[in-house]
């Protein structure tokens, strides 16, 4: 349990989730520490801010005493400050586990499903936050504490049933589509997931009502649905799609609430503000200060992330799974609609390459060009019987690319260039960024 009295230390404090959690605790009061690899990950940025320590992984770091150990999903026995807690006799509590604590403490928000759940809680973090104190935990390594805050607005993580450990108020589910095969054994696996973690939402149920899986979801409390279709409780209307961003009014169980606008792109940005809107109206949140943060909200971390040098403009985007690309790619040509659209595509874990190998193949055909670097190795999963070669021999014009030859990119002109995937491909674009720069 929690405890102000003591030292919180995390055990893989880099990981995005853990970051966030840590900075989340650190503003809420709490003696905050932990400890990782000594690489550089873009996550220890906010904590070497906030002034957080973040020590090397050593045994010496556990103490029997005054200490809450919070332990990343990731690190098993071999770790040795998991092992020294054993030896130790020292308890630790989960991610999921201490981030229920932090939900029943608020009225509590959840945002989970296969995509779009960073972009989502990062929206509605912001929306809540223009009116009310709001904390909130997002999975790209932000976490924000507000003393005494009325809200808390969390990612809600599908993997391994993480999502299982809380008991939200309210839960948004942007969408089911199959993932991590990791773990789940089939599409009905996955879905029974769902199926527990909305039973365990206390107020209201919030789905796309594009998603049939979400449409059959059974619940006790009120289910709410968003989307563009007439039968939708809240309904996207009078869409316009421009390039600097999307506008559209609200129809509210048929009432329309006004117009509203946001400086994001793609089809699935008006779903994950609609969604927003939803949750909000229905706290009863003023619809200008529901307008005034949509406006004013420009996009969390690693989701279509832009950067402008001259006739080339870098997106950074997260999308790893079919779904996320195609939304992407969609957004990219609604914002740069003449310019060659360029997708450096790094896959993610050999299981979903296998997976997905068709859905890769056929999106990365309809770009201008397309560039595959080595497929990502995960901790979990170091090697498989498909190669990034295998990829792009389906894909015409393709290329393997990998940091050796990273210099061929500088021969697109004129072009919108994504780095898209989950793993450690922001090294592709640094290395890339520094040829642009001279």
């Excluded at 946001?262 to 909000?280: E, S, T, Y």
């Excluded at 909200?297 to 997106?315: P, V």
């Excluded at 898209?420 to 520094?434: H, L, R, S, T």
Aim: aromatic share 10%; proline share 3%.
């Amino acid at each position: 349990m929690l405890d102000k009295k003591k030292q919180i230390w995390f055990i893989g404090i880099k990981g995005t989730g853990m970051a966030s959690l840590a900075l989340l605790l650190h503003d809420l009061g709490f003696n905050v520490a932990g400890s990782d690899i000594t690489e550089y990950t873009f996550t220890q940025v906010p904590l070497e801010k906030a002034e957080i320590e973040v020590k090397p992984f050593a045994a010496d770091n556990i103490k029997a005493a005054g200490q809450v150990v919070v332990k990343g999903n990731a690190f098993k026995e071999d770790n040795v400050e998991v092992k020294a807690c054993k030896e130790q006799g020292v308890e630790w509590q989960s991610y999921p586990d201490t981030v229920e604590e932090v939900v029943q403490m608020h009225t509590s928000i959840g945002i989970s499903g296969t995509h779009g759940k960073t972009s989502t809680t990062g929206l509605l973090a912001h929306v809540l936050g223009e009116a009310a104190p709001t904390s909130y935990l997002i999975g790209d390594g932000e976490g924000k504490g507000v003393q005494n805050s009325r809200f808390f607005v969390y990612e809600a993580d599908e993997y391994r049933r993480h999502f299982l450990a809380y008991h939200p108020d309210y839960q948004i589910m942007t969408n089911i589509d199959f993932d991590h095969p990791d773990y789940f054994k089939d599409q009905a696996d996955y879905t029974s997931a769902f199926q527990t973690a909305a039973e365990q939402t206390k107020k209201g149920l919030f789905v796309w009502g594009g998603n049939k899986r979400l449409q059959n979801l059974k619940v006790t409390v009120p289910k709410y649905t968003y989307g563009f279709a007439a039968d939708n409780d809240f309904q996207a209307v009078a869409i316009e799609r421009k390039t600097t961003g999307s506008a559209f009014d609200v129809l509210a169980h048929g009432k329309n609430i006004g117009r509203f606008a946001i400086r994001l792109f793609g089809d699935h940005n008006i779903l994950n503000a609609l969604a927003v809107i939803a949750v909000a109206y229905t706290e009863q949140i003023p619809v200008e200060d529901i307008r005034k943060g949509l406006l004013t909200y420009h996009g969390a971390k690693r989701r279509f992330s832009e950067k402008d040098f001259g006739d080339i403009n870098i997106i950074d985007d997260y999308a790893h799974h079919p779904t996320e690309m195609r939304a992407t790619i969609q957004a990219a040509r609604q914002k740069f609609p003449n310019k060659r659209l360029v997708v450096v595509f790094q896959p993610h874990t050999f299981s979903r390459t296998k997976k997905y190998a068709a859905d890769f193949e056929e999106i990365l055909r309809g770009v201008d060009k397309a560039y595959v670097t080595p497929i990502y190795a995960s901790t979990r999963e170091q090697s498989g019987d498909i190669s990034s070669e295998d990829l792009i021999a389906q894909i015409p014009g393709a290329e393997v690319i990998d940091l050796e030859n990273i210099a061929d990119l500088t021969q697109n002109k004129d072009s919108v260039i994504i780095f898209m995937g989950a793993g450690d491909i922001p090294k592709y674009e640094d290395a890339f960024e520094k040829l642009l720069q001279g």
